[in-house]
């Protein structure tokens, strides 16, 4: 095996021309872009949003842009590897951050890719997925899985701001991306399915036969839940407390591409996960730490993001106690089979 490989410059002028108006071109002086050694290459850089700095001008969005001439009232996080005005976060993960103000509503759609919300602040925001009314309380986390009808609406009295997760990005290089427009939809009266038939882990409906479930059960996993969870676990369990969001009729993950999971750091604890195929995003829920990713350090706190290539070499401290969620690609990585973890 060749270290070097020759260059489209040791080729004769003549040939080259010849190889473009035949429109082909050699693959070996190109082959060690998309076949590195060893590990890829990502373009991605890490990427950190501080929620302080990136709040006041998602409030004047607000004022300058309104909902209607907006459709989504958001401000994408783009990867510094790829630069400003990018759509996504890493290769695959798509980031933004979206205001709702009190009254105002997001018309219903549906499209091809998946997302997901976490809801960074407000009371009284809900969004309705196929009908289903769910609430979007603060650290709360809800689907709008592909091809399902949503729309949001907002009954407080302050501004709403969540996170946008989506697979867009895959979309895109799928030439697959695109939005049906409809009417908002009618709700049904009666709570979500995480307080109606999803109230307690380890339970289900009750199975009969010929009776199928939905694809998507619940669709919004409360986080007073989640912290509940993680707290039992961080009091009981060794390590770092990580719980994975699973569809609960499947145990699968919540969304076909897009993973998510609940990790909670005492104050001081120090995690310094193996090398990930995944790239990932951090969303901090509460508290702050320092996080070194790649030899950059992230100083983080309350309600910020912070993004890591794939294999990145990754250590987080937490400097008070803290609550984050990580978004990956594990899920799709996994069904492609070739998500791998490497010892640090
Ligand atoms: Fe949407």
Known sequence: MSERLGTLEELPQDYRDQMVAAGVAPLW?????????????????????????????LLRAGELTPVEKAERRVLVLSDPGRGSGAMQATATIYLGLQL????????????????????????GGYTVVDGERLPMEPGDLVLTPGGEWH????????????????????????????????????????????????????????RRPG????????????????????????????????????????GEDVLPALGFTAMMLKADQVEAPPLRSCSSAFHVIAGSGRSEIDGQVIDWGPKDTFTAPVFARIRHEAESEALLVRIHDRPLQEKLGYYEERAR
């Open 211 to 250: 009776r199928g479930t939905r694809r998507y059960p619940m669709m919004r996993y409360p986080w007073a839940a989640t912290e509940a969870a993680l707290r039992q676990m961080a009091a009981f369990g060794e390590g770092i407390a990580e719980l994975d969001y699973i569809n609960p009729e499947t």
């Open 29 to 57: 002086p190109m082959m060690r872009n998309v076949l590195p050694h060893g590990a890829p290459r990502p373009m991605t850089r890490v990427g950190h949003w501080s929620f302080p700095a990136v709040r006041p001008l």
């Open 100 to 123: 709702l103000l009190p009254g105002e509503s997001a018309p219903a759609h549906r499209h091809t890719p998946s997302a997901v919300r976490i809801v960074v602040e407000g009371q």
């Open 151 to 206: 729309d949001h609406g907002h009954d407080g009295d302050k501004p709403v701001i969540w996170l946008d997760a989506l697979d867009l990005p895959l979309f895109v290089q799928l030439e697959g991306s695109y939005a049906i427009e409809g009417d908002l939809q009618a709700q049904r009266n009666r709570p979500d399915a995480s307080q109606v038939e999803y109230s307690a882990a380890g339970l289900a409906p009750s």
